[in-house]
């Protein structure tokens, strides 16, 4: 006679059974974190450094370029920090989640304010806030301007910048930081990431880039800061520019971060200089953000001398780049060093112990002063040389400079085309 089970007791021993389940599960639960919590908590820990680390990459990493430069071509000579006109809009404008159609809108609105006489008052904070010793310009006082434009793309008075005359040298064609790649191939590394670059896209001609593989590449960057004309950096014959279409990048190494190439991507104009001492060089001038125009200021297939001015920038930052052909010129040591990678024989200063693990540096260089010589030049370290550097400076009134029993030539700044 089968006995009836009682529903509420049969429902009891459920409930039952599940709760006993609970502390089972939690047991289990306990037992397997004991057996990989650590290296849970180890690859927590990791991916938090790595994100830290990408982090301070994003923001601050010097090796991004803008940041510090060196103050000369001296072996001595310490890398400092560098103050970027405008580094908050820049930042915003490459930030990884910033559209490129905000790059620029924010770009065309900066062009149309700062040529504007609106922002004439802005002249005087600038030059304050970023130390501009105006003594060097035809034009001093900041009511001499009629807009920012007009004072981004100022004078220099004669006899202010002295231009190595040798016609071993080459000089720079403008007041910036310089970077080299010595040897153009299909190995060479661009400054950041590492990424190859592409000589015929920078050149806008495939042909013509293949006269210069192996060459070397001289990167000059005019910060919104610096004298923004610039000149011939040897006797030669300048041929009419060819324009090349493009965009308005930033030329601060900041737009590195996001891959872009700003002198192979921006508008650009390619002059060939002709010369006896160097053969055929390419000289290709970069327009960059906020830049209005690039305006040349010489006479086409006429020869020029050393030091000439070959023209101006509008508004904004920019560049001035060299081409040589293979074996056409020697650097000196410290550029060579401070632009491919490789790590000096003294630690930079605590301040900057950041730069030891990282990549490349600038050399900042003034107009007219030799950063190169022409292939195997015995004494082409002389250009590192702190005698010939302070030499350079405008309140040494010499003319000739006598280094390691040889003469050295030099001739002033003889002032700018036009106002």
Known sequence: ???????????????????????????????????????????????????????????????????????????????????????????????????????????????????????????????????????????????DYKNFNEFFYRQLKPGVRKIDLRTSVVASPADSKLRAIPILDTHAKFFIKQKPFNLERFLNDPALAGHYQGGTLLVFRLAPTDYHRFHFPFDCVPSAPEFINGAYETVNPIAFREGIWPISVNKRARIRLESSEFGTVIMVVVGACMIGSLNFTYTHNKPVKKGDEAGFFSFGGSTVCLLFKEKTITLPAPLVTRSTHVKLNKKPSEQTALYEKNTAFETAVRMGQGIAMTAGSSNVDLLSDPTYLSFLNKNNKEIDLTLKKSTIPFRYNSGSTGK
């Open 1 to 143: 006679m089968w006995s009836s089970v009682n529903p509420l007791k049969k429902e009891m021993r459920m409930k039952l059974s599940k709760f006993l389940l609970l502390p089972a599960l939690f047991v289990v639960i306990l037992s397997l974190a004991s057996l990989w919590g650590e290296s849970l908590s180890k690859k927590i820990e990791q991916r938090a450094q790595k994100t830290a680390r990408t982090i301070h990459s994003f923001f601050s990493d010097p090796a991004l370029g803008g940041l510090f430069y060196y103050t000369s071509m001296a072996y001595n000579a310490s890398p400092i920090k560098e103050q970027i006109a405008g580094e908050a809009f820049i930042n915003a404008a490459y930030h990884k989640f910033s559209p490129r159609i905000l790059r620029q809108a924010l770009q065309q609105a900066g062009t149309r304010a700062h040529i504007s006489s609106f922002l004439k008052q802005d002249i005087a904070e600038f030059i304050k806030k970023y130390t501009i010793d105006m003594s060097d310009y035809r034009y001093e006082k900041p009511q």
